[in-house]
């Protein structure tokens, strides 16, 4: 029984956290085509996404594959009702999604390799987990802190790898018309 809680306790931390951000390890590439539906909504030009298994999140769509074609085109579209929706006039008929992978459901059987960025986090936050279930909450919230801290930790990684907290500044031209001369003495 105890197994069971920590293998379950395993995927739902691995579910949260995979979710939590653009994880690089995690992000993938995949073509879909697209047709018209009918159910449950109308639109011409549609893909389904809800219960895919091979895309988790929407990130981005391009006409083509961005890792391999310079000519690659990012797309508008909606995500409406599980389902990924480009523009009536569009005239793509398959596109590329770039997104989170889907998680595995069987971490914790040893047929899965845990991802090595949550290693640690993982394994402060089942530990949480196993304090809460034996009524020990203050270790509990220690362990639990502990956790989300190493994930925090794993976010910043990400940002830096990713320069994603570069600041950057916006300057305006100066409109000085004439002549300026600068004297000194």
């Known amino acids: 029984m105890e197994e069971a809680a920590l293998k379950n306790s395993l995927n739902d931390r691995i579910r949260g956290a995979w979710t939590r951000a653009k994880w690089p390890e995690v992000q993938t590439v995949v073509e879909k085509s697209v047709a018209a539906v009918t159910s449950p909504l109308k639109a011409d030009k549609a893909v ?8 988790m999140d929407v990130f981005q769509v391009y006409n083509k594959n961005p890792l391999t074609e310079r000519t690659a085109v990012q797309l508008t579209y909606n995500l409406i ?24 459901n069987d971490y914790g059987t040893g047929t899965t390799d845990l991802p090595a960025f949550l290693e640690r986090y993982l394994l402060l936050a089942c530990l949480a987990d196993f304090y809460k279930a034996n009524n020990q909450l203050d270790k509990s919230m220690q362990q639990e802190q502990l956790a989300e801290e190493t994930l925090a930790l794993e ?14 500044f916006n300057t305006y031209p100066s409109y000085n018309f004439g002549i300026s001369v600068l004297t000194t003495s």
């Open 48 to 55: 389904q996404i809800d219960n895919a298994v091979d895309i």
């Open 81 to 104: 009702n599980g389902y990924l929706i480009l523009s009536a006039d569009s005239t793509e008929d398959s596109v590329f999604i770039v997104g989170n992978q889907v998680p595995a």
């Open 155 to 168: 976010l910043d990684r990400v940002e830096r790898l990713e320069s994603m907290n570069k600041i950057t």
